[in-house]
């Protein structure tokens, strides 16, 4: 009896000395998912919940997403399209995606739905704080913190650790500019976003634009780059931009207002536990897709999981399965990117042309077969891509 009480007093002691059952670090796209799922199960299940978040005001973003089915979050989007435009300098294609839709979601109207939800519910508190360090005692995570050390039995966390994917060789940049800009006469068509143009000078890195129509005389017109610097000066953006503008749309604009922003691209192999226990979430398990930059559909599946893994009374958490082989596919586009930048466009032109555009969203957003993506690859430069397949090879030898 006496070890009995013990124990006892033992686990008693610990969780009057914790903040909360779980803790969520980053109040971001994945950490807002995650929560909204938590707060799905009910309280004795979950227990206390703490955010940590280190920007009280994040900054805007524009999440884009396809779907065939019903969503998570189809309340929350202000706009899709059922008509996708592919263009490079010697196509310009225009093709339905029924069943698919290709959605947007402005990240303002994300964050006040879920910060609704949190302001309404008991079990949860936010505080405001920058993440340090982590570690672990007796089982215990502890989250260390500029003001306080926080402890919990589960703690989820998104901060990413640039210094570990500065050590990996294939690491590139996804960075880009937008206005969201109204027009002095109806010139865009409502119903057809443009994914990618090519058509724009490349540089010696990988350029596109991206035009996404709210209106016949609204629309967000972005520059995208894949290179290996992290951003071009507003001069460099802005002169992209400006050319694109006044090439494609003889009209006059007005600008509403912009967005920027920087994602990593690399095949780095992303912890799904850290060595403390912490369990990884958002761009720090690597939901970022390497050769797109997309995330949304990728965090929603991952959330799925991590909600089963936390109801099974002995989990084992590792890496969603069936993504190895996707993992594989990025890298070597990554590889081209990198090394041989000025093909990437003939090979998205090829890709485009030579296939359907729901059989490249189905394979981008990893549901496709094996025999579906060797049909693709064989419309793609078979030198090129087994030239990658050995330099992959070798790098892993």
Known sequence: MDTFYFIFLFYLFFSLMMDANIIVVGGGCAGMQLINALLKLPVEQTGDILLIESNLHPAHK????WTSKPSEYDFLISKYWSVLNFSSSSSDLKKEIAPYR??????????????????????????????????????????????????????????????????????LWQHFKGLFVKSDRPIFRSNQATIMDFSIPQDGATHFMYVLPFSETEALIEFTSFSKVDSYTDYTY???????????????????????????????????????????????AGLIKPSTGYAFNRISRHTEYLIQCFLNPNPTIGKMKGLARFHFYDSLLLQIIQNEPEKVATIMDQLFSRNSFNKILT??????????????????????????????????I
């Not at 524009?62 to 997403?65: E, I, L």
């Not at 503008?245 to 780095?268: H, Q, V, Y």
């Not at 394979?363 to 030198?383: A, G, N, Q, Y």
């Open 238 to 284: 802005n002169s992209y931009l400006e050319k694109y503008i006044s090439d494609k749309f003889d009209c006059t604009f007005e600008i509403i207002r912009e967005e920027k922003g920087k994602i990593p691209m690399t095949n780095f192999d992303f912890p799904a536990v850290s060595e403390h226990g912490v369990i990884q979430i958002g761009s720090a």
């Open 363 to 396: 394979f981008l957003d990893e549901h496709s077969s094996v025999l579906e993506e060797m049909s693709l690859f064989s419309t793609l430069p078979k030198r090129l891509f087994l030239k990658q397949v050995l330099k992959y090879v070798q790098a892993k």
């Open 102 to 171: 290709y959605n947007y979601i402005n990240s303002e109207r994300f964050f006040e739905y879920h910060h609704q939800l949190i302001d309404q519910s008991s079990r949860i508190k936010v505080v405001y704080e920058n993440v340090r360090q982590f570690k672990s005692e007796n089982g215990i995570k502890q989250v260390i913190t500029s003001n306080k050390c926080y402890q919990a039995n589960h703690v989820y966390s998104s901060l990413l650790d640039a210094g570990s994917l500065e050590s990996n060789k294939l690491l």
């Open 62 to 65: 524009s999440w884009c997403f």
